[in-house]
């Protein structure tokens, strides 16, 4: 594969920060391996045509937009303000979400505050890091607030009295009870996705985007799926293939010398406590729940 002619990828990630880690998780789940270069910012794809680029997450639409990357990990938020700033809803396409980096944006205001619906905010003082984004979003509201750009620590805006309300990502809760504040509305719910530039990219780097996205799809998938495997009665098969979450045909093998099967299946939605429990309530019994590596469809 290593033909010097041949097409590469370049994928921008999170260099350090909340995403990075999963980030690369991602990839190498996707079977893709790296040379690290000394200064840590390019990884050149060992076996697989597909380079890394470890930048700061904000950068990664820029890097997309502007060709540089053809690929790129980043939060649905950062894609959107991005594509807002420059007056678009488009340029950027959203190609899978990822299942991880959740947050919301929402508006917070002091505790105190006589401010309890965001239609109260037209005219006022909101701070946020992402302007375009939360004017975008207030005016769908028919709301037209006085946005300030603040880099970072929107949080305690209005306690140094420089904005009324606050637009800023939250995940727990835990940093606006801090600053006592109480979070008002959610605006927008993010999380990370592989994103492309929207246009074409020529047949060669097409295809493997194609095949990556195959990949990813199966890591995607292997991630929600759990192989259970269990013994039941016999006649306690139909209720069991029931109560199995997303399965319709499961395998079942005959237990030597007993009145009992064998149910293996791929169960291909979230298995909580409760299936295993209405399961065993249903007769089943050495109930085993084990994880799914990898899986082609
Ligand atoms: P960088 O140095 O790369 O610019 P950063 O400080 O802007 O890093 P992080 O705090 O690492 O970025 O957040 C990256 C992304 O993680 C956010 O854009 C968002 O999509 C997601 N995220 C998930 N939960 C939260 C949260 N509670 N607060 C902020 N971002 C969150
Ligand atoms: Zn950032």
């Known amino acids: 594969m290593n033909n010097e002619n041949q097409a590469r990828l370049r ?31 390019f990884w050149y794809g060992r076996d697989f045509p597909v380079d890394l680029l470890l930048v700061r997450d904000d950068d990664i639409p820029r890097l997309l937009l502007d060709g540089v990357c053809e690929l790129g990990i980043v939060g649905e938020n950062i894609a959107w303000e991005v594509m807002l700033d420059r007056g678009r809803e488009d340029g950027l396409e959203r190609l899978s979400p990822l299942g991880f980096g959740h947050c919301r944006l929402s508006i917070a205001v002091p505790e105190q505050s006589g401010i309890t619906d965001i239609k109260e905010l037209d005219g006022v003082r909101v701070a946020t890091s992402y302007p ?34 606050i637009s800023d990502l939250v995940s727990t809760g835990t940093t606006l009870r801090a600053n006592h504040l109480k979070e008002l509305q959610v605006l927008f719910r993010s999380e990370a996705a592989l994103y492309s530039r929207t246009g074409d990219l020529g047949r060669e780097k097409q295809a493997l985007i194609d095949l990556l996205i195959s990949r990813l799809n199966g890591v995607m998938q292997a991630r929600a799926s759990k192989y259970v495997m269990l013994h039941a009665p016999k006649d306690a098969l139909e209720k069991i293939t029931e109560l199995l979450p997303g399965v319709e045909y499961p395998s079942v093998m005959p237990l030597e010398g007993s009145d009992r099967i064998a149910v293996h299946a791929v169960c291909g939605e979230t298995v909580f406590w409760e299936h295993l429990e209405a399961l065993k309530a249903a007769g089943a019994s050495a109930i085993l729940v084990l994880p799914v590596e990898k899986m082609l469809a």
């Open 11 to 41: 994928v921008a990630i999170q260099k350090s920060g909340r995403l990075s880690e999963q980030s690369q998780e991602v990839l190498k789940n996707c079977g893709l391996r790296f040379a690290r270069s000394k200064d840590k910012l």
């Open 132 to 165: 375009a984004l939360t004017h975008n979003l207030l005016q769908k509201s028919g709301v037209e607030a006085e946005i300030s750009e603040l880099s970072g620590a929107v949080e305690i805006a209005p306690s140094m009295g420089t904005a009324d309300a």
